[in-house]
Each structure stands twice: as C-alpha cells, then as structure tokens.
C-alpha cells in the first residue's frame, strides 16, 4: 500500500487514465466485500447461527445472553440489530478522520482487514457458541460498515457528476458479480461435502471462513490503486478528537444547515432499511418458515446475484434517460409488489421462491447504486466521509430498525410470514418522504453542480 498523497482536485480535472485506474481499484473493493454480504450475511450465517442457538436453548426455546431472555429463532435478527448500534458510534469516528487528514487508505486497510479476520473467524463457530456467532457478526458487520464509509467517500473524488450514475452501478454490480461467483463455488462444495469428505456442518464453517479470506484477499488491489487526497484547510481538528456519540450528533447538527439532504437521507434510511432487512432474513424465512433446504436457498441467491448484476447496469442506464430520483421511486413500487408477494408463497414450493428472489434481484443491485450516486451530489465538498458516516448506517447489511421489527414480530406471533410482511412499510414510507426531496435544490444547496438528468 503506498503512501502517496496528492491535493484534492476537481475530478474533471485529473486525467483521464488516473481517474480510470482509481475507478477500477474502487470497483474491487466492492468485488472483496460483498462475498461476505452475500454468503455470510444473506446465505448462511442465518440459518447456521439460529441452529446454533437453538442447540443452546433452554425448554422454552430461549436463550440468556447477558441474563436476557431471547427467543432462539430471533437472536440472529438481534444480534444484527446490536451490530449497528456499535456501528453508529465508530462510524462517525472513522468519517471525521478520514475527511480532517485525507488519509483515508489507513482506515479502509484496517477496517477491511478486521472484518476479514472475524470473518475467517467463524470457521470455529460449533457446538453451542452461539455467543460466538454473535460477537464475530458484530466485529465484520461494524467493520464492514467503517469500510464502506471510506469507500463510498472515495466516489465524489473519483468520479464527476456526469459519470457517478455509472460508476456506482458498476461497483455495484462488481458485487453481484462476486458474490454469484463465490456462491457457485460454496454451492458446490456445499452439495457435495460427502465426496470431499467433511460433514455438512464443516461445509457451512468453510464457507463463512472463505468469504473472510477473499475479502482479504482482494482489498489489496484498491489499496494499491486509490489515492490519498490531501483535507480542505476548513477541516477542524476538533472533531477527530469527539466521541462517537457527539461526532454523530455534529455530523447531524452540519446536515441539519442541508435540510433537502438530510430528508434524502431520512427517506433513504427507512427504504433501505426495508432492502438490508430482506437481505439478511431472506435465508431465515426461507428455510425456518417455508421448509427450504439450504441448497435451494443458495440456488435462490444465486439466481439474486446474477439478476442484481444485470439489474444495476439497467437501472443506470434508465436513470440516464428518467433521472435517479424517478428510476429509485419506480424501484420502491417494485419492492412494494414483491415483498407484499412474499406472504403467500407457500411452503415447500422451491419454483415460487425462485420467483420472488428473481423479483429482488431485478431491483435490487439498482435501488442501491442509484441512491448510492445521488446522494454524494447532495454532499458538501470535504465531508465526504463523515456525511456518508450517516449514510452507511442502512447499507449492506447495516440496517437496524428493519432486523428489530423483524425479530420483534417473530417473537411475538411465532410467524415468519407476519414477520417478513411487517417490511413492506419500509418501502411505502421511504417512497413517500423521497417523492417530496427536491433533489435540484438540494444539489445547488450543497454548493455542487447540478447535471442534466437527475
């Protein structure tokens, strides 16, 4: 990893073939990262850690971590709720850093490499440790969440505003690509765990502790290729000195003189939180509620991947012709439709949850890149990091209030089908509060240059 340090500048500016290089690095990171959001998250640390739970349950089918009673077949929902609650304090920490010294390589070498460590971690997940299983979610998943907050800084710089539809598609679908990939090999080894001589148990271990290492592995292209840019002198040296809560609260306190992009970000919280929530329960709904085996889930998953792919180059296209906004809105009715669907599939029917999976994957890659680009045109220049600090807080797999929701219903009806149905609130309520964002103001506001179609 260099340690080269250039001064801020337009990204029209640079050249060409630089600006090309660091968006190729920037895409691989997404390549690294996402096989950990797809197989961990979405494939198979759901239904392994509930097992897990359930195996240390007592009569009742709870389990007591920290002396709290839990429902066994909530404490993933749970868990991933808590892991955001850590999040939320560093990540505000990170964002501030890395916008006050411009040295933002530093921070995604070390988040990126602790989540791959406790990812590789959960090989050791056996037994009863479902306590475990808990604290490694809890360390990727915030790491993770720190990563993408440098990551995604890094699009405004590397791309101008003409470009940032397409180059987080692309990311996007980078992603998708991997983890489609990855999912092939996993299904693979998964299937066929007896000819390679290791229980089916050990399969799953192997296959949570790949994705670590590929994560690993990977985020050494973009740390060779992405730049450090030297701060804005108006970064104060106050704030990477605040605690977690109070840089979040400054962090809200600066939006708060942007008040059209902190209601993008208020709509893009509750929608997405809705998507993040779909994603890592879609497996537990799967298999716990519709009796599904685990090699349909990642067929399912698969076929979400491959779809996501060429669902995010469309969307980018479409936004090139309707605008983000209206192409994002457009998304929402889809997600409405589909996951409205997903309550009456019935129970060991694997072609009707095919169905609905290739529904998610057609809009999901998208919704995402899309709301990804938009929002770094409402992000004042040099506080990149810290305003997408707050963003990161419902981004793959970092949402909070969707998992508790989720987890809460589960608790309290014994059913998955109200449970997954109670998320399609998430859609119609982002869908309204981002109708009424006048985006154009919002841009002009944030100081930046408005394009064309947006």
């Given at each position: 990893m260099g340690t080269d340090t250039v001064r801020t500048a337009a990204p029209a500016d640079e050249s060409a073939a630089a600006r090309r290089r660091?968006?190729?690095?920037?895409?691989i990171y997404d390549w690294a990262c996402s096989v950990y959001s797809t197989s961990v998250l979405t494939?198979?640390?759901?239904?392994?850690?509930?097992?897990i739970a359930k195996s240390a349950a007592d009569g009742d089918g709870y389990v007591h971590p920290l002396g709290v009673p839990v429902s066994a077949g909530s404490f993933f929902a749970y868990a991933v709720s808590a892991s955001v609650i850590v999040s939320v304090f560093v990540m505000p920490l990170a964002g501030a850093a890395a916008d006050r010294t411009g040295r933002k390589k530093p921070l995604l070498a070390v988040a990126a490499y602790v989540g791959a460590a406790s990812t590789a971690g959960m090989f050791f997940l056996d037994g009863d440790r479902y306590l475990l299983g808990g604290f490694l979610l809890i360390v990727s998943n915030a790491s993770l969440a720190v990563s993408m907050v440098v990551y995604n800084s890094y699009l405004p710089q590397i791309a101008p505003p003409h470009e940032r539809d397409a180059v987080s598609s692309r990311g996007w679908a980078f992603g998708y690509a991997a983890g489609a990939l990855v999912l092939v090999a996993n299904l693979v080894l998964f299937l066929a765990h007896d000819?390679?001589?290791?229980?089916?148990?050990?399969a799953v271990r192997i296959c949570l502790a790949s994705a670590g290492v590929w994560w690993g592995a990977f985020t050494l292209v973009p740390l060779r290729r992405l730049r450090d840019r030297e701060a804005p002198p108006s970064r104060s040296s106050s704030q990477g000195s605040a605690r977690g809560r109070r840089q979040l609260a400054s962090t809200v306190r600066d939006m708060r003189r942007h008040p059209h992009t902190l209601a993008f970000l208020l709509a893009y919280l509750v929608y997405n939180d809705g998507v993040q929530t779909v994603i890592s329960q879609a497996s537990v709904y799967g298999s716990e509620e519709l009796g599904l085996d685990q090699s349909t889930l990642i067929v399912a998953v698969l076929l979400v991947q491959v779809l996501a792919v060429a669902g995010a180059l469309a969307m980018g296209r479409l936004a090139r012709t309707y605008g983000a906004k209206r192409t994002i809105l457009g998304s929402l009715v889809a997600w409405t439709v589909t996951i409205g669907a997903g309550f009456f599939l019935p129970a060991g029917a694997p072609v009707w949850f095919?169905?609905?999976?290739?529904?998610?994957g057609l809009v999901?890659?998208?919704?995402?890149?899309?709301?990804r680009s938009l929002f770094s045109h409402l992000v004042p220049a040099g506080k990149e990091a810290e305003y997408f600090s707050a963003y990161e807080i419902s981004d793959r797999g970092m949402a909070w209030l969707g998992p508790l929701i989720f987890g809460l219903?589960?608790?309290?009806?014994g059913s998955y089908r109200d449970a997954i149905v109670s998320l399609v609130a998430f859609f119609v309520i982002g869908f309204a509060l981002l109708a009424r964002v006048p985006v154009r103001r919002a841009i002009r506001d944030a100081g930046n240059p408005v394009p064309d179609r947006i």
């Open positions: 660091e968006q190729h690095g920037w895409y494939v198979f640390l759901g239904p392994y850690l509930t097992e000819t390679f001589g290791v229980p089916e148990s050990t095919f169905v609905l999976a290739a529904g998610i999901l890659g998208g919704s995402q890149a899309l709301s219903t589960y608790q309290l009806t």
